[in-house]
Structures are given as structure tokens and as C-alpha cells.
């Protein structure tokens, strides 16, 4: 959430060759669930700070993707 009124969102698929059509379906119904909790529910959106993006960071620091 970047203010009371915008909710920012991004998909990156630009390292993904071929997207499956399934995966592409099942990720716009979870990302309009997500948009539509939120709109629902405001008050239960916090910020994005970094010492989230710190903490999401040190979790995923070992994690390797193939």
C-alpha cells in the first residue's frame, strides 16, 4: 500500500519464456481475491516498509531458483 488510496502491484514475468496458461488463470483469480480483500478491507493493509523487505530478504538469501 503506498497511500490510503493506491495499492501497488507487479508481476514480473519477464525472465519467463513460455507462461502457462493454467498458472496465468490461477494467478489473475488470486491477484482479484487479493484486490478484492483489499478494497473490502482496508484497515487491514499496512505499509511496506524495509524492515520487511529486510527481513523477506534474509529469508530468502539461500533460496535457490531453477
Do not use: C, H, W
Request: proline share 3%.
Amino acid at each position: 500500500m503506498l497511500s490510503d488510496n493506491t495499492f501497488l502491484v507487479r508481476l514480473e514475468t519477464d525472465s519467463v519464456d513460455e507462461v502457462d496458461e493454467d498458472e496465468g488463470i490461477m494467478m489473475s483469480l488470486f491477484l482479484d481475491f487479493l484486490m478484492k480483500d483489499a478494497m473490502q478491507n482496508p484497515s487491514k493493509l499496512v505499509p511496506y516498509t524495509q524492515e520487511m523487505s529486510d527481513e523477506i530478504d534474509d529469508l530468502l538469501a539461500d533460496v535457490v531458483i531453477y
